[in-house]
């Protein structure tokens, strides 16, 4: 039984998301208060808090605002933990590592609010990762970040929130082709947890999506991509690990390479980002060959006088339109 009732819980974070949103600050409604409100237009029954995504770039902003939410009640924590697991070993760990979300809190310390949070990698990748301490949290929920760099509205009660393009395809990958249908949390079914979430969500529709609408997923100013895993919260998000970052763990259960091929994301990538930096430097030599041109054949117009010098603004009007047209 939640702590709250279903008004606390909306009434916090309205809010909560007020105060980010005023102090600029993206956020973007996630996990079961996103699917409450695309499926049902309200929280979902029995939800004993809210969730909503934000950049790690952001940390030190929202932090910042503490004495706001404290205006209204609530406090922040951002936490840390030792009850993570070792990976790929999943022994216990007694390290302390950031738990990868700031939790917010009511008057009675009671948490009522995550925000989550989320670092973009230059293979476009949002995952929930900390660089410093090298924990990857509930690796399922990684997305491209296609779906952040537009975001859209969903309404919850009468009250518009932002979110991810394309909610309902998050919410697919996230509880599976049935997430329409409402099931009690802590149903015990093959495959998905005790909230509903699919335990080896498939983020490979999410990537072949994007690319088809002509997402380049290649970010150079951010933190490289290393699969450099130290731990983990759970075996699940130790599987999905597995299966979508780092197959090669799983060698024994893979029955061929074309199979390795189909589920590795950074071999995937590794194609893709070759033929978009190909086709980039292509691009980049030819517009080069093309300014070198028009250069040249000023150059030899200024060194013309009497009538070349009006023909000179001929040609170079031919010129500019044939480098337009190159462009396109």
């Known amino acids: 039984m939640s702590k709250f009732s279903p008004d606390e819980i909306y009434e916090s974070l309205c809010i909560c998301t007020d105060i980010l949103t005023d102090a600029s600050i993206p956020y973007f409604l996630s996990g079961g208060t996103l699917l409450g409100s695309v499926r049902e237009g309200d929280l979902i029954e029995g939800d004993t808090d809210w969730d909503v995504n934000c950049f790690s ?17 609530f406090s922040l924590e951002y936490p840390s933990t030792s009850q993570g697991r070792q990976y790929p070993s999943l022994e216990k760990s007694n390290t302390e590592v950031n738990r990868g ?7 009675k310390d009671r948490a009522i609010g995550d925000i989550f949070i989320y670092t973009l990698f230059r293979d476009g990748l949002m995952r929930r990762y900390d660089i410093e301490t090298k924990v990857y949290w509930n690796a399922k929920m990684t997305m491209p970040a296609w779906y952040y760099e537009e ?15 394309h909610p309902e395809m998050i919410l697919e990958k996230i509880y599976g082709e049935l997430w329409k249908v409402p099931i009690s949390r802590h149903t015990e079914t093959k495959g998905y947890n005790f909230a509903g979430a699919h335990m080896d ?37 130790a599987r999905w690990i597995n299966n979508h970052e780092h197959p090669e763990m799983n060698y024994k259960s893979l029955p061929d390479l074309d199979s390795l091929n189909i589920s590795n994301l950074n071999l995937q990538y590794k194609t893709m980002l070759s033929k978009i930096k190909k ?6 030599e030819e ?21 070349a010098y ?19």
């Open 279 to 284: 086709a980039h430097s292509n691009e980049r």
């Open 101 to 107: 979300l700031i939790k917010v809190r009511d008057s």
């Open 201 to 237: 969500a498939n983020i490979e529709k999410l990537i072949d999506y994007a690319l088809f609408n002509g997402w380049e997923p290649y970010y150079k100013d951010e933190p490289k991509w290393n699969c450099d895993i130290k731990y983990t919260n759970s075996r699940v998000s």
């Open 57 to 73: 770039d952001d940390i030190g902003r929202i932090l910042s605002l503490k004495d706001k939410f404290a205006l209204h009640g």
């Open 151 to 165: 975001q859209t509205t969903v309404l919850l009660r009468n009250k518009k929130f932002t979110t991810f393009r």
């Open 287 to 307: 517009l080069r060959n093309i300014i070198i041109n028009k250069n040249n054949r000023i150059r030899e117009l200024k060194k013309m006088g009497g009538l």
């Open 310 to 328: 009006f023909r000179k603004y001929v040609i170079k009007k031919k010129i500019k339109s044939i480098v337009g047209a190159s462009k396109k």
